[in-house]
């Protein structure tokens, strides 16, 4: 049990870690990679479910698709120019979850996610995208133009009709409007 602790405790740790990529575009306090996960699965369990695919599976690729950024932190593309982390990701997964009872399962989600040929890693890697691009649309509403290209830029590396659709949807939506229609209370 103390392996799982110290696990949970790293997986804590994405709390504290911002997506960098935001910087860039002049957001000063980007969301953080725990923030971007949670949406990132609630959007993965909706398109499995929209797709007829194994929605468990695909929540977990999406929960477990940024958990090394906990020890390398997020780099964006900018700085993927001059250091690519991504050789290392899956040896760095591997080494968080290697005392865990489920570290093959973890081990082959990961995999799974990184390779993206199955309908459950190409929902997740579109839910991936799709929450950058829903983050966006946020910003640019907070005040941040520079970060529209975000939003523009996830269309087209959409791979699944559930992906795309939700994306098309995406595209004329107000980020306020979810709230303008409750019950109010008297």
Known sequence: MEQIARF????????RVARSGWWVA??????????????TAWIG???????GADAGRVVLMCLAHDVQEARINDQHKVG??????????????RDQVSGLPSAQELGAVHR???????????????????????????YVDEGHPPCRPWFVNAG??????????????????DPHEWYQDLPRVP
């Not at 369990?45 to 797709?51: F, G, R, T």
């Not at 009709?161 to 004329?172: I, N, P, S, V």
Request: aromatic residues 10%; contains cysteine; charged residues 30%.
């Open 156 to 173: 087209p590396t959409l791979q699944t009709g559930a992906g795309k659709a939700l994306y098309e949807a995406l595209g004329g939506a």
């Open 45 to 51: 369990y909706i398109l499995a479910q929209k797709s």
């Open 8 to 15: 949970l405790f790293e997986v804590g740790h994405m709390k």
């Open 80 to 93: 993927q120019a001059y250091v690519d982390p991504k050789p290392f990701e899956g040896r760095v997964f």
């Open 112 to 138: 799974e996610y990184e390779l993206g040929e199955t309908l459950e890693a190409k929902i997740a890697r579109d839910a991936d995208r799709l929450e950058c691009a829903f983050q966006a649309l946020e």
């Open 26 to 39: 002049g957001v000063r306090d980007p969301e953080s990679i725990a923030e971007h996960s949670f949406r």
